[in-house]
């Protein structure tokens, strides 16, 4: 599976405007375990915005739509039998998750964010964390093929 999303400032790294960011920061590829299960660690991620100059926010402002988005975390997950899925959750307690200008939460997207306090860090105090278990389920592939896969032109013809 992979993973991604943008830093505290609200920008992806692949996207962001003050160059500070390494090219693939807050992104990563996790293999499952043979139960299927994952983890992996990083910060938490905030909300952002449209670039409000830009064409997708001058678009929404013709609409009286914001270009905000709640916090979350993306996910392509793939396997060998299975359709490939595109996914995401939400960050639950976001001010925005009920009004996301993409129209992308459902409450199964949005898990419970669990505060813990793990061992302690170079005998100084413990750690304390937010824990967040999101479950994918894969559907399998209809008569060997994955019929959600679109092939499409993504890009004009130079």
């Not at 392509?76 to 039998?81: E, L, W």
């Not at 813990?116 to 093929?145: M, R």
Request: glycine share 10%; aromatic share 10%; net charge negative.
């Amino acid at each position: 599976m992979e993973c991604w999303h943008a830093n505290s400032n609200g920008f992806y790294s692949h996207f962001d405007p003050t160059g500070t960011q390494g090219e693939f920061n807050l992104r990563g590829a996790v293999r499952t375990g043979a139960d299927g299960k994952y983890e992996f660690r990083t910060l938490m991620p905030v909300g952002y915005g449209c670039p409000p100059q830009g064409a997708t926010q001058q678009l929404l402002n013709e609409l009286a739509r914001h270009g905000d988005r709640p916090a979350h975390v993306h996910f392509f997950v793939t396997s060998d039998q299975h359709r490939k899925l595109t996914t995401q959750f939400n960050i639950e307690g976001d001010p925005l998750i009920w009004d996301d200008f993409a129209y992308a939460t459902r409450e199964e997207l949005i898990p419970p964010v669990v505060e813990k306090t793990g061992g302690v860090a170079l005998g100084l105090k413990a750690d304390t964390y937010k824990d967040i278990e999101f479950n994918v389920t894969l559907t399998p592939l209809v008569q060997g093929k994955d019929n959600q896969i679109v092939h499409r032109l993504r890009t004009a013809s130079a």
